[in-house]
């Protein structure tokens, strides 16, 4: 990876920039451990990343894919992309995702925390559908809002937040056959588990990715360590993934 220092990016706490040496970011972890996830579907494959934000993704599924065409509505971000991830077989582009304008191109489509950022959802998942092959796969994630947000601490970036329940049956309109499954903390910690309830909690995104606190915090709490969820998603899951036959 080259140095992230051209083509910087602001760190708005949504738009997901990958870590350099020395550097703890629990959202990127998290981002990225879906990502890595996803290589077992993407070998050999036609891939198309929907809101690949900044590009690292794309760069992890082109390592096992044939092709990778990563798409974002912000020119900043492809600026980025292109400077930082551009390889032989990705290609990045602006596009709405809303709007996508390819036809049974793909074997697989991942979007990954971009769902919740859509104000139509049922035109985003027909525009993923449309760009997919028959009998092809679409990855999707999405927190697991599991408790109405108060109004003073909801995300001025999502325009939908989901529960298990109701993304099962959003996927259901969609989709005659999926699986949704989790992403959830790799083991248990009774003190992160304590510290979440906490508002100080939430003091976490303003402490530099740098930061000696920010280190101590994640070795003690394991904030960056995942694993999937087959069980008991809708109570643990941080993330819920689809896995969604393009039927």
């Known amino acids: 990876m080259r140095k992230l220092q051209q ?7 949504e738009r997901i920039i990958p870590t350099e040496r020395g550097e703890v970011s629990y959202v990127f972890s998290r981002h990225k451990f879906a990502y890595e996830y996803a290589r077992q579907y993407a070998q050999t494959k036609r891939v198309l990343d929907v809101g690949c934000g900044t590009g690292y993704g794309c ?20 600026a980025f992309c292109q400077a930082h991830f551009s390889t032989f077989n990705i290609t990045f582009t602006q596009i709405d995702a809303a709007d ?19 104000p139509n959802l049922h035109l985003f998942l027909k525009s993923l559908t449309g760009a997919v092959r028959t009998g092809g796969t679409i990855l999707l994630t ?3 809002v599991r408790e109405p947000v108060p ?10 937040e989901m529960n298990f329940d ?5 996927l259901s309109q969609h989709f005659p056959s999926f699986t949704l499954i ?32 920010k280190k101590l915090a994640n070795s003690a709490l394991h904030l960056t360590e995942f694993r999937v969820l087959n069980t008991d998603i ?3 899951a941080i993330d819920l993934l689809a896995i969604c036959k393009n039927e």
Do not use: C, W
Not at 166 to 170: E, G, H, P, S, V
Not at 186 to 205: E, H, I
């Open 166 to 170: 109701q993304f099962y049956a959003l």
């Open 182 to 213: 989790g992403i959830g903390y790799a083991a248990s910690n009774k003190l992160r588990t304590f510290l979440q309830r906490s508002p100080l909690y939430r003091l976490g995104k303003y402490i530099h990715r740098k930061s000696p606190v």
């Open 151 to 160: 109004e003073d601490e909801a995300n001025p970036f999502h325009a939908n």
């Open 100 to 118: 996508l304008p390819f036809r049974k191109e793909f074997d697989l489509a991942v979007s990954f925390q971009v769902i919740e950022h859509m």
């Open 7 to 13: 083509h910087r990016l602001d760190d708005t706490g």
């Open 142 to 144: 999405t927190p697991n």
């Open 59 to 78: 760069k992890i599924l082109s390592d096992v894919a044939q092709s990778v065409v990563g798409i974002d509505y912000n020119e900043e971000a492809i």
């Open 234 to 236: 809708a109570r643990d």
